[in-house]
Each structure stands twice: as C-alpha cells, then as structure tokens.
C-alpha cells in the first residue's frame, strides 16, 4: 500500500505554506513591554479568553498553512494504491523484458489514442520505477513475434526506441514473443528477472501449442498489463473477406464485388456498409447483421472498359477501424484476339481444322474464356493484319503464303506468339526450309505405327497448374494415333513442355524476341487423336493460348494478408512494386519468379514492369518506359479481429512455472478508484473547504 | 559631600509645599464641614427631648418644661468631639503605575493629593489624624493628632513613599483593626488590586469594633478599559510574572473582571455600611472630595 500522486508537480505549491508565514511574520506587531498594575487579573482574562475559544492567531496560521497544504496535494491527485505501484518492489537491479502487444487489436481507440500508444506511454512510466543499473529489453509480439531490442541499460535510449514503435497490422503471437522473452532472461545473470506483458489479451494470441513449448524459467515473475480494460466497448465490425469477379456466362461487363461482414458484438448492429472507390463513397447499404453472425453484401458496379478498379469496402464504425475496411482491386480481363488459321477447312463445319479449335477456345461467349478466336483460311491470311491479334494458331496449315514467315516473325518478335498444330497438310520441307528462324525443331516424319500417350514429366508448368490429378490421368489415357517426330536444330533453345509416352515431345515452347512459340507435334482436330472431343481439351488448350499471350496469371487474382509474400512467374527483367504509401520497391526476377515481403500495410499494390534499360539499384519514381502489370491486394487477417479475451487461469494453465499476475494498467485520468487505488483528491478538496469555513468563521468572530 | 538627610531632601520639602498647597486649595473651596458625633448625650449643643425614664439623670430633667406641661423631659445634647481618623494609604507597587499614553502623575500621586486634602481637611475641623502606609506590611505609622502642625507631618509622611512591594491589605486590616480605637475612623486609600479578595473579613471586623470606614478604590482608566493595543508584555509592577499577549483578545474579558471585582467591593461595602468612593484618576480630586463631602452629609442627616 503506498500513496501515489498523478500530478506530482502540483506538490510544489506546498511552499505556498510560507506565504501565510510570512504575511503573519511581517505583520506581526512589535512586542511592546508596558509595566502594569493588575497583570494577576490579565492572566485570568487570557485564561478565560482560551476557554472560550476565542481566536487564536496561531490557530488561524496553521488553519491557513494546513488548507495551502491540502489543497496543494489535493492537486497533485493522491491515491493510495492497494500495491499496483509496487511494480517493481526491489531496489536492487534486475533483468526486464518488455514484451508489447502491436498487433492490430492494439490499434483500438480510447478517446483519442490508441491502446499501442496508451501501452508504449505506460512502459515509458514503468521504465522510470526500474532500479538504477537494471538491464531491459523489448520483444514486439505481432506476428512474426521479433526481439526488437536486446539487453540495454540506458533508459534514456531505451525510451526513445519504445517511443517510436508503432502498432503493426499483423495478428498477435504471444506463444513466441514468450519464448523469446525467455530465450533473453536465460541470457542474464541478473537475480532479478521479470517479464512484463503488455497486450489486450485476445485470445487469438495465445497459441497453446507454442506456449507449451516454451522451457520456461521457474517462478519468474510475468506481469500482464490489460490494456482492453481501458476499453469502454470492444470491436464490433469487421470486413472478413472482399471478392469481386466479373459475370459469368453473359456479355454484360457487371463487376460484382461480394463483402462478407461479421457482427463480433454481442448486440445486433445496423451497419452502413459502403463501396469506396478513389476514396470517395459509390455505394452504401444500411444492413442489420445479428449478434455473432456474417452478413454477405453484394454490390454491382459497371466495368469502364479495361480500367483496373482499387477500392475497399468500409462497415460502420467501432472502436478498432482498421479491420472495419477490406481493399480489393480488380482487373478487368482482357480478351485474347487469337488468329486461327485453318489448314485444311472442310465443307461440313465439323470436318474443318479449326472446328473443334474454335468451340474450345470460345465455347459460349467471350466473357468466360476471355479469347476471341477469328477463325481464317490460308487464302485470307495476308489480308489480315497480325498486329491485332496476341496469338496466331496455324493448325494443320500446309505452307505459308508467299513470304508470310516474314511477317510472322516480325509479329513474333514484337511480342505475338504463335502456336502450331500437327496434320497431314503439313509440308516439312517447307516448314523446315521456311520457318527456321520461328521454329527451333525440324519436323522429321509422321509417326504412325502405335498409339502413344501423352507423359506428365512436370506438372509445374504453368499451364499444367490448373489441372487436377485426375485430369491428367484421364489426358494420359487420351489415345494419339499419328504424332510428327523432331529433330533439335543447332544452337535453338527450346523446352518440352509434355513428352508422349513414346519418347518423344509432345508440346515443345521457345522464346523468339518478345514473343512464344509453342509447338503441338500432333493435330489440334480428330484426325490424329480423339484429344479434340475430351473435357480436358478445352482448359488445355485454353491455358495454352493464355499462356501464349502471358494472360495466364493474373497479378490481380492476388488477394494476400498482412506479412504475406507476393510471389508472381516473371520471366525476367526488373520489377516496381508501389505500396500504398506511393513508396518503389524494386523487385528482381529470380528464377522466374519475384517475391516481395515488405506486404506490411494494408492496401493496393501496384506491379510494375520496368524499361530494359534501367540499371539502378533502387528506385524513388517510376522511369519512362515503366509499364502497370497488376496489382494485387494485402488486408488485415480477421482472425485478430475477434475480442475473445483470455482468462488469467487459462494463461496460469498454460504457464504453470511462471508467477502471473494480471493488472490493470495504471494511466493518467484512467484510474479505477475501487480496483487500482483510493482517489484522495475529493475528500481532500472538502477538508479545504471545512478549513477554510472554520477559518472564515473564527476570523468573523474576531 | 554628605548625603541629605531624608527629611530635609529639598524634593521632599517641595512636594510637602505643594500637597499642602493643594489641599488648601481643594479644602477651601468646599463648604466648611463640620463632623458631628454620632454620640449623644451631655454636650454643649441640644439636640433633642426625650420621655424621662427611670434611670436618667434627674438634673438632665427640663424643669422649664415640665412646670408648663406637667411631664418629665428630659434634655438630649449632641456630643461635640474630636473625631479620631487613621487614613491608611496603599503603597504597594501596583499604586506606583502611570500611563504610558499621557503624561500624567500615577495613582500614588493620586492618592497622595487626596490624603493630604483629607487630612487638611480633618485638622481644619479640629479632628485629630494618622497615617499609616502599608504594602505587604505596615511601612510607617503617624498616630491620629489634631494639632494644626501635624500636618507637616502626614504631608512628610507622603512625601516620602515610593510605592513598591506587593499588596496585603487582609495582613494589615487585621493587625490595624486590634490598634486602632473603637468609635474612630479609618480611612482605606487603595486600588484593591490585590489576588486575595477577602477583605471582606477585615472590613467586618473593623465594623463590628465600631469603626466608621470609608474606603477609597484608586484606579487608573488604563486599569479599567484596558486601551493597549498589539502585542504586548506585560510587567507587573508586583510580584506577578509576566504576561505576553495581544490585549484585543482578552480586553473584553480584563473590563468583566475588573468590573466583577468593583461591584464585589461595593456590594461588601454596602453590606457593611462602609463608604465606598470609586475614584478614577480622570475625575479631578475636587469633585471626588465634594462629591463624597455631599455623601456624607446626606449620610449622617439621614
């Protein structure tokens, strides 16, 4: 029990005790010395006078100086404290690890700051109460749970490290920041140890798993501070997940963004519910979502054509904004124009090359595939022009018309791929002879004798991604009766992508300037396999024309949580990632692929791919050239968002060898009189106030 | 040099001129009083007749009278005798005080003009008078003498006190009161301002041994009202130890007593048939002499 003062500063106005001294003292008369006849008589008078409480300067000095006093510590804010002051009762030093909750539930606000700032203000506090020559260290407990600060015994630096941490938007790992609270305290020699928790004790944090993991110290002291009982109400709201996907099977360009909010409150809540584009407000629902219950909110918002869409969606308003709003971006797909030119067309539809290559690549609109074959004859060819298309097909086309291969190598070059498909109309001297530069085989002869199969190597390639085990067990089953054989040509680089079980390749890529070539060694039609008329063709060869124009991975098709890796195939180059902030981050491809970590904020990142030329080793703005590729978006994880607390027995059953004790954090204008402490400050205003009365009253009697 | 005998200290000698000259003066003024014994019987001067009754003097017997109305008268005269009077003067420290706001003389100066205007007074009807000075004791004594030049010595008497010591006027009331002569008078000048209170004993006693008492209670306005203002140490002119303190707060409290202890004399004295003459220094002596000269008179009419 001690008597503590919230405003200690006010204790000074105790010297105004020696205001009324010396009013008292000055204005004290000069003692006159009189000879005098009846001083018998003077002294049954005085005696008299004290009887009749007559008063006393004396008396009214003190009553003067004891009302200065008690007003001055009526000021000052006194209260005993039943012990929580006790913070750190030995004077000799010791060894503290703070271990601070800035998970995002930290992120609640109480009146005008928030329980990370409240926290880090009251470690600043508890900091001053460590003995002289004690040693500390702060664990931040947001997932991943880091030591930020090993041992220091500076408090001055220490104060200022803690001053400028800021709440992260992670989910909270108390299991792990313990271990590593542990893992420093075993590193001390100090008798003295404790560890000092200050979180919300959500209970998401206390993962029973790792905490039994922890080879914890033997009755070392582990002081939790609950900050959520500072907390007038908990959170409420929270947007758990955000999708938006383009209609399927019609034509309308519909963007239909899908929200799904959950009521964490014990109450049902009527919650606006609001679709913000460009930070300005486009929709808004007034929903009532029960106690405990999800609510689904669709909203409908045009497509502008080819414009990528970033916004959020933002639900009423609680106490801990940050999981009230989910971002997501959107890109509207862009449809792959694919050139199929048929090599053999036929009389009857169904008997045509290209028949069954136009139904797979658009089998009902082109909102669901997001190709537009246009389907020619050799004979139109020339007339066309390339550049409007992303991909050519060339199925079962015998030759070229006359300097053709030009064209297209100038198409493939600035970026257009090409894909061939196998037949009997195909020439192999022409192709051999005319097409050397485009492709990296020649085609060596029909092979006819055995039906082979298709052989899955290497299901990582991107277009096999998609596809399930079964799937492919049922391609391997898929009978090919005529496949060309190859030979490689010096110096082409090429990969094979699928192998027939016979040996030999089945699907052969290669990169040619900008663009891809890929190679199918038997016929995209009946003729020489019944591929055409299985489910898998369509996915197959869809992904492959996907693949072909670079359509196949979609940035945007991202949707990732805070801390998580952005992984994205990029083949080469350099890579911007702009982070909500506006600030670059330069990303290099690494074996075809970029990852990006530093996902710490919530919101819309944007890729971005740079010019060929650019050298630097790091980037502050985008350079001339820089081309937007994607984005992708990073949101809270919910699961941090429930306000779920953890019982004190709970956490002493988790952790039985530590001595835990669980306090509510003692704060300026936070004070519980019943729970932390007796406020004197009141009773000690009305002392005045009677001293002061009694004063005026004695002086009035005079 | 040889120091002055006291007698003839020439400050003596002024103040034994003045005070006579003062008495003179206040004497004169007033009507010539004469004292008339209270005592009946056979005097020069008739006083009255009474019904004769066995046991009277038969040549007291108004022949005159009793031809013409055939009863027996006999003649009553007034007692025409030297009144004895002692006056006995408080010289203790307490008469010595003087204020320290005027400029005035000090109770004993007081008292010393009064006593020498009484026993002018006293001497010019013929009356024998002492003094007698007291403090704790009795300091000196002049026995009562009606001789005209026993005036030059009361006024010595006076001229030499220097008051001083503390008051016992119960010691002295009762040493006096086996001394003096029954059917005398006995002349108390004090300020009473004594702790022991009990005079009441003494003054029965005189009384009762047929003195006639006149008592003369001397104080200072200071003494009554108090008037000292901040704080202050008080003195005592006695024996008593000192006192500091402001007077506002007890002044209320000083006038209550030192009222209680006036009216308590007063009432003794009434009790007694005593005079009681309150004399503030204030008032000039003149107007305490006639005044109580008209009181007395009434008195011994009545």
Known sequence: MSLNFSSPLFLFGLLGISIPILIHLLTRRQQKHVLFSAVYLLFQSQKRSVKKSNPNRLL???????????????????????????????????????????????????????????????????????????????????????????????KDGFFKLVQNQKPSFQTTDIGNALD??????????????????????????????????????????LKIYNFSSLTTSGNKIAVENVQSHQEFLSRSRILKIKAQIKNYSNENQRVPISLILDKKSVKEHLVNIQAGQTFTQEFSLPIRKGDPIKGEIRAGKDTLPTDSKRYFSHHPNQNIKVLVVDGDPG??????????????????????????????????????????????????????????????????????????????????????????????????????????????????????????????????????????????????????????????????????????????????????????????????????TQYAARGLKNVSHQNLLVGEIFNQRMEKGLWAIQAPGGIFHLVKSN???????????????????????????????????????????????????????????????????????????????????????????????????????????????? | MEETPPNYDPQVLARISSLKITAMNLVDGLLTGQHRSRHKGSSVEFAEYKDYSPGDEI???????????????????????????????????????????????????????LVAGLTYLFLKQFDAIGLTLFNDQIIEHIPPRSKASHLQHILHGLSTISAEGVTRIDDVLAGLAERLQGRSMLILVSDFLTRDQDIHKSLKLLRSRGLEVILFHILHPDEINLPFEGDTVFESLEDDPMVGLDPIDIREEYQKAIQEQIDHLKNVSNGLGIDYVLLNTSTSLQQALSYYLLKRKSFIKS
Request: net charge negative; glycine share 4%.
């Open chain 2, 59 to 113: 040549r007291h017997i108004d022949w005159k009278v009793a031809g013409k109305t055939d009863k027996y008268h006999v003649k009553q005269f007034e007692q025409s005798t030297n009144l004895k009077c002692t006056i006995l003067l408080d010289a203790s420290g307490s008469m010595a005080y003087q204020s320290p706001f005027d400029n005035g003389g000090s109770k004993i100066d007081y008292a010393r003009n």
């Open chain 1, 347 to 544: 009389t009857i539809s169904h008997q045509s090359e290209s028949f069954y290559l136009e139904r797979a690549l658009n089998p009902f609109s082109v909102s669901l595939s997001h190709i537009d074959p246009t389907v020619t004859t050799l004979a139109e060819l020339p007339l066309r022009k390339l550049s409007d298309f992303a991909v050519v097909i060339l199925a079962n086309v015998r030759e070229l018309p006359v300097n053709f291969e030009l064209e297209l190598e100038s198409f493939v070059l600035n970026g257009g791929s090409l894909i061939f498909g196998m037949g009997d109309q195909i020439n192999a001297r022409y192709y051999n002879q005319r097409l050397g530069n485009l492709l990296p085989v020649t085609l060596e002869t029909v092979q006819n004798q055995e039906t082979t199969h298709l052989l899955f190597k290497n299901n990582k390639h991107p277009v096999m991604e998609a596809f399930s085990p079964k799937a492919i067990d049922e391609m391997k089953e898929i009978p090919f009766r005529s496949i060309y054989t190859i030979q490689a040509r010096d110096e082409k680089n090429f990969k094979v992508a699928n192998w027939f079980s016979n040996q030999n390749p089945a699907v052969l890529e290669t990169d040619f300037g900008k663009g891809k070539i890929i190679l199918f060694l038997s016929s995209l039609d009946r003729e020489w396999n019944d591929f055409p008329i299985q489910p898998t063709f369509l996915p197959w060869i869809q992904r492959w």
């Open chain 1, 591 to 702: 074996e075809g692929q970029i990852r990006f970590n530093k996902n710490d904020i919530p919101g819309v990142y944007t890729v971005f791919e740079l010019p060929e030329n650019y050298t630097k080793e790091n980037i502050s703005r985008l350079p001339l050239g820089s081309e937007p590729v994607g984005t992708y978006t990073i949101n809270v994880d919910t699961k941090e968002s429930s306000s779920q607390k953890i019982s004190e027995e709970t956490i002493k059953s988790y952790l039985p060898n530590l001595k835990v004790s669980i306090k509510k954090p003692e704060l300026d204008g936070t004070k519980s009189p019943t729970s932390e402490g007796v406020l004197l400050a009141t009773p000690l205003f009305l002392l005045v106030a009677g001293i002061l009365l009694l004063e005026g009253w004695m002086v009035r009697r005079e």
């Open chain 1, 60 to 154: 009214l000095l003190f009553l003067r100086c004891l009302s200065i006093a008690l007003f001055s510590l009526a000021l000052a804010n006194p209260f005993f404290s039943m012990g929580n002051s006790e913070a750190f009762r030995s004077s000799s030093p010791g060894s503290y690890v703070f271990i601070v909750d800035d998970s995002f539930s930290m992120r609640t606000e109480v009146k005008e700051k928030n329980l990370f700032e409240l926290a880090t203000q009251f470690l600043s506090k508890l900091l001053d109460q460590i003995p002289e020559g004690s040693e500390f260290s702060l664990v931040l407990a947001s997932s991943p749970a880091q030591v930020s600060q090993g041992w220091m015994a500076q």
């Open chain 1, 180 to 221: 590593s609270a542990v893992g420093l305290l075993k590193t001390s020699n100090n008798k003295e140890k404790e560890i000092i928790l200050l979180t919300d004790l959500d209970n998401n944090g206390w993962d029973k798993e790792v905490i039994s993991e922890i080879e914890t110290l033997t009755n070392t002291p």
